[in-house]
């Protein structure tokens, strides 16, 4: 079993600066790519940065330039340092895993942490 835990979410104002983090641990053998996604109330969850295994990512177009992400693949981490915050952004973040969890290379899962909030509000 894979578990994934997000950590950084919490209310800043207009124009700042937050840094999530997330953290998977259990029986993995690799993770190919990470993701943050975003559902904010009344709203459908949708992609807000990727990144794989090389280090390729992807940015929804609202959140370029703006949002950041990067892997510590030594310790299985992903972050998103989000600045220029504005209310729009204001969601529950969840941290997604596209992991390995065997030996073969079938073993194949993806995961989801539980979520943390972010508010942005003056």
């Known amino acids: 079993q894979v578990q994934l835990v997000e950590s950084g979410g919490g209310l800043v104002q207009p124009g700042g600066s937050l840094r999530l983090s997330c953290a998977a641990s259990?029986?993995?053998?690799?993770?190919?790519?990470m993701a943050w996604y975003r559902q904010a109330p009344g709203k459908q969850r949708e992609l807000v940065a990727s990144i794989t295994d090389e280090g390729v990512t992807n940015y929804a177009d609202s959140v370029k330039v703006r949002f950041t992400i990067s892997r510590d693949n030594n310790k299985n981490a992903a972050f998103l340092q989000m600045n220029s915050l504005n209310p729009e952004d204001a969601a529950v973040y969840y941290c997604?895993?596209?992991?390995?969890?065997?030996?073969?290379?079938?073993?194949?899962?993806?995961?989801w942490g539980q979520g943390t909030q972010v508010t942005v509000s003056s």
């Open positions: 259990g029986s993995i053998f690799g993770i190919y790519a």
């Open positions: 997604n895993a596209d992991v390995r969890t065997g030996r073969f290379l079938r073993r194949r899962s993806t995961y």
